[in-house]
């Protein structure tokens, strides 16, 4: 039995908070050989509860290891009527939870899952926390951790929710204090609207140093030769120009050092050596040129002073194989008739002097006698 017994008495000697003993009323018979169990003294009047931990009983007289709770010396004085119940330690301390020690963090409950069960102490799970809601607290779930991301959001249901800030997550107040400074980065101030001040070094929009209004002082200005000053020092273009001249709208010309845009003069080489011995004729160099042009004027070098004559092939941008004597641009061929070295700028033995980005051109000699090297220019533009 949990209950041992209960009857009504009163007390042959009263309980003095902080004692070690109380006797009760000598014709209360109390079974014989008890100890180590719980009085609980209700007291008639002020119906106080009172319990106390009995180590063991001599009699009638109780020794006791203090009272549990709501002990006060005037609800056990000596003659007091009361009610007593004797509990067994074990009843008792599921009665009253206060007098079992357990571990840290543990609960007094009925079963974490499943059926029904009596209460007992155990650990808290995610079931004995309420869903949050609007207004009200409640569990929620846990949520790694992941770099620039934040919670956005709590469900009722306790899941998490987080991402990174959107651009219009931010707002921009007038404020100053994240804008950039010559000691930290930062945000560029807040626009002056004037298109005169610029953002300058100091993290301040300010004029440029020397910035006015450009003025013309004469005459019309042109497309392509803009007049720019104050009246006694024009900036033009010309043999002095500092402002470039508007575009051709041609990538195979560049600015040249007159102020105008034109095509670079390049030079088609053309290398015969014989390794130390003469040359014959028959000898042939094939090349791919890269880039459109005009040929323009022809040059020859040899070793020796001989007559040297050379005749040109070409075949059109995308061949399939080398021009031959069939594919010549060459009417009887440009020669070398005396000295070492010759240059010219007469292109009438040419039937055709221009060509195409990607054209093969061959060089074939025609006529030499002992000449053990031999090189041919073609000047293009």
């Not at 009722?156 to 930290?184: E, M, Y």
């Not at 070295?341 to 061959?362: C, G, K, Q």
Request: net charge negative; with cysteine.
């Amino acid at each position: 039995m949990d209950i041992i017994d209960r009857f009504s008495t009163t007390l042959a000697s009263g309980y003095t908070a902080g004692g070690t003993a109380l006797t009760l009323n000598s014709n209360v018979g109390l079974p014989s050989g008890l100890c180590d169990f719980y009085l609980l003294i209700l007291a008639e009047g002020t119906n106080t509860e009172e319990v106390f931990h009995v180590t063991s009983m001599s009699g009638v007289a109780a020794t006791v290891a203090g009272a549990q709770a709501n002990t006060t010396a005037s609800n056990h004085a000596s003659g007091a009527q009361v009610i007593a119940s004797i509990w067994t330690k074990a009843a008792f301390q599921q009665l009253d939870v206060r007098n079992t020690t357990q571990s840290a963090n543990r609960i007094f409950a009925g079963p974490g899952s499943g059926s029904p069960a009596a209460p007992a102490f155990r650990s808290l799970v995610a079931a004995d926390l309420p869903n949050p809601g609007a207004s009200s607290l409640g569990g929620v779930q846990s949520k790694a951790s992941a770099s620039h991301q934040f919670l956005t959001q709590i469900g009722t249901d306790g899941s998490v929710t987080a991402a990174q800030p959107a651009d219009a997550d931010i707002a921009f107040s007038d404020v100053t204090t994240g804008n950039v400074s010559t000691t930290k980065h930062g945000y560029a101030p807040k626009l002056p609207n004037d298109a005169s001040k610029f953002f300058d070094g100091t993290g301040a929009y300010s004029t440029p140093a020397g910035g006015g209004t450009v003025t013309h002082s004469s005459g019309a200005l042109t497309s392509n030769a803009p007049v720019l000053g104050n009246g006694s020092g024009d900036i033009k273009v010309g043999t002095t120009a500092q402002l470039v001249p508007s575009l051709p709208s041609d990538a195979s010309k560049y600015l040249d050092g007159t102020g105008a845009w034109s095509a670079p003069k390049r030079g088609i080489v053309f290398v015969f050596d014989g390794g130390g011995s003469a040359l014959s004729t028959g000898k042939t160099i094939y090349l791919r040129i890269p880039f459109a042009c005009t040929l323009q004027d022809w040059s020859i070098e040899s070793t020796t002073a001989e007559t040297v004559t050379v005749k040109f092939w070409r075949v059109a941008t995308g061949g399939s194989a080398l021009p031959t004597s069939s594919n010549s641009i060459s009417t009887s061929g440009v020669s070398l008739a005396s000295g070492t070295a010759v240059f010219s700028t007469t292109m009438s033995d040419f039937t055709s002097v221009a060509i195409a980005a990607n054209d093969l051109i061959a060089c074939t000699i025609t006529a030499v006698t002992a000449s053990q090297q031999v090189t041919v220019t073609l000047g293009a533009q």
